[in-house]
């Protein structure tokens, strides 16, 4: 089983930067392949950026792509993502998460097996 926990969330203005970061209980064969998630109520989860343990090629969704960035720390099993230049309808609840190798859909809420609790994040603008 593995356990993801995530932090540093919170309250931003608009413009502003976050760093979440994930610590990783362990890693297994079925972890190898970790993103970042964001959900609002009444809308589905939405990924925001993927990266595989071993490999330092991240994938990102299209309201991350050049604001924000996927990272990875094996030697302190902790994943991040840095947000900058934030807005408001960045405003949602940040979920880790922890898969299996996938030939597509890096970026689907399907093809994780783990999640942590969420980690609020507010933008004022």
């Known amino acids: 089983q593995v356990q993801l926990g995530e932090s540093g969330g919170g309250s931003v203005q608009a413009g502003g930067s976050l760093r979440l970061s994930c610590t990783v209980s362990?890693?297994?064969?079925?972890?190898?392949?970790m993103a970042w998630f964001r959900q609002v109520p009444g809308k589905e989860r939405e990924g925001v950026a993927a990266i595989y343990r071993s490999y330092n090629s991240p994938f990102y969704g299209e309201p991350a792509k050049g604001r924000f960035t996927i990272a990875i720390d094996n030697a302190r099993n902790t994943l991040y993502l840095q947000m900058n230049r934030l807005k408001a309808e960045d405003t949602a609840t940040y979920y880790c998460?922890?898969?299996?190798?996938?030939?597509?859909?890096?970026?689907?809420?399907?093809?994780?097996?783990?999640w942590g609790q969420g980690t609020p994040v507010t933008v004022s603008s």
């Open positions: 998460a922890a898969g299996a190798a996938v030939d597509s859909g890096v970026l689907q809420a399907a093809s994780y097996k783990y």
């Open positions: 362990r890693y297994t064969d079925d972890s190898v392949l």
